[in-house]
């Protein structure tokens, strides 16, 4: 999949076409297909990998979660979470309220805001496992929506990458998050006693929020003359999401908790966050 993006994208970094082509129309417009055609090829790739990991559990029915860890590429995708979070997109927000004169710590205020709604949202789902079971609605429903929310958020910070190197980084890391929720999803549906059709459309709906988060971000970063806030406005909330991520998402089983003490895997965490740190140089 890296690959075929590099062959599309290999001969221009998206951000940088406007010291390449001048005033050369014809090849702005060449820029731009490819930008589009990069990004189009990104949202396909993430809806199928949510696709096929989430229809194992629909066609066996699965009652458990085994088999979807992966603990390595789910902890270099939690250091790529929070390099992300913390040097690109948290940083590049606050860059832009400051130039907009404001001065109040309002990107670390969204971040923070949307950081415990998702701690909420979990916890809230955990009391509801306790008193009602895995098996209520309920439960599946609360999951659909915080994860809808993670992938939406991911999905935009995707879309507002400003370089092609922070780009293909954040989409593998996305890759490796989101076989791992797609399955776990498709596993709490298949507990509950919802029907196949309702809980398929649920899960159709969940796969494709991360295209659609691409689609509004690359919006939003092409639109802003008109509303600039929106931009670091979504940029800091998908910090937040990043940082959840990188950090608490699954509280007992989160990457940081259940894995910290295996420093073979916590090395992994290290090498995603000096990835985003090095890939920070050329952003």
């Not at 507990?191 to 659609?212: C, D, E, Q």
Request: aromatic share 12%; charged share 10%; proline share 3%.
């Amino acid at each position: 999949m890296y690959v075929c993006l590099m062959i599309i994208a290999k001969y221009n970094d998206f951000l940088e076409w406007e010291e390449i082509v001048g005033n050369n129309t014809h090849n702005i417009m060449m820029i731009c297909y490819q930008r589009c055609l990069v990004k189009l090829i990104s949202m396909l790739i993430i809806f199928l990998v949510a696709i096929i990991a989430g229809s194992y559990p629909f066609l066996k029915r699965l009652g458990s979660e085994r088999g979807r860890e992966f603990p390595i590429g789910e902890s270099l995708a939690a250091g790529v979470f929070l390099g992300a979070g913390l040097l690109h997109m948290l940083g590049d927000s606050a860059q832009e309220f400051n130039q907009l004169g404001y001065h109040y710590p309002i990107p670390f205020l969204l971040a923070g805001i949307m950081f415990l709604f998702l701690l909420w949202l979990e916890h809230l789902g955990r009391e509801m496992q306790e008193h009602k079971g895995a098996g209520h609605p309920g439960f599946a429903v609360l999951a659909f929506v915080m994860l809808s929310i993670h992938s939406f958020l991911a999905g935009a910070a995707l879309g507002l990458s400003a370089t092609w190197s922070v780009f293909i980084v954040i989409f593998l890391a996305i890759l490796a998050h989101k076989w791992a929720a797609s399955f776990a999803l498709a596993v709490q549906i298949t507990k509950t006693t919802m029907s196949n059709k309702v809980g398929m459309l649920m899960f159709l709906v969940f796969a494709l929020m991360t295209p659609f988060g691409i689609l509004v971000g690359s919006v939003i970063n092409q639109g802003t003359q008109h509303m600039p806030l929106l931009e670091p406005i979504f940029s800091a909330l998908a910090a937040g999401t990043f940082l959840y991520l990188g950090t608490l998402h699954g509280l007992s089983n989160a990457i940081m908790v259940q894995k910290c003490c295996n420093l073979r895997n916590f090395s992994f965490v290290i090498v995603g966050f000096a990835v985003m740190a090095v890939v920070a140089v050329w952003s």
